[in-house]
């Protein structure tokens, strides 16, 4: 079985720049699409940001030019740089991935159990 692990949560001043990593743990073939989503209370969790195989990024309205996704296939990683951080980012941030375990078979969708990022004005 294979495991997301998040990594580099915690409390940041309003304007300021943090940063979290993913790192997928276990047997596998590859990992396709990996994402970060993020859950604000009482909100429904959203998109923050994907980056595929080849290396093709998309990002939420709220995330574009301020943060950047990033990968190293070759240590299955993902990492998301968050600057110029607002109050409202504060939410639990979660990595997503599809993973193929074995060869042939349909990718799996992965999580992890997510990563507290709060952001104080």
């Known amino acids: 079985q294979v495991y997301l692990v998040e990594s580099g949560g915690g409390s940041v001043q309003a304007g300021g720049s943090h940063k979290l990593s993913c790192a997928a743990y276990?047997?596998?073939?590859?990992?396709?699409?990996m994402r970060w989503y993020r859950q604000a209370p009482g909100k429904q969790r959203e998109l923050v940001a994907k980056v595929t195989s080849g290396g093709r990024t998309e990002y939420g309205d709220f995330a574009e030019g301020r943060f950047t996704i990033s990968r190293d296939s070759a240590k299955k990683t993902v990492t998301l740089q968050m600057n110029s951080l607002k109050p409202e980012d504060t939410a639990i941030y979660y990595c997503?991935?599809?993973?193929?375990?074995?060869?042939?078979?349909?990718?799996?969708?992965?999580w992890g159990r997510g990563t507290q990022v709060t952001v104080s004005s």
């Open positions: 997503n991935a599809d993973v193929v375990e074995y060869r042939g078979l349909p990718p799996t969708d992965s």
């Open positions: 276990g047997p596998l073939f590859s990992i396709n699409t």
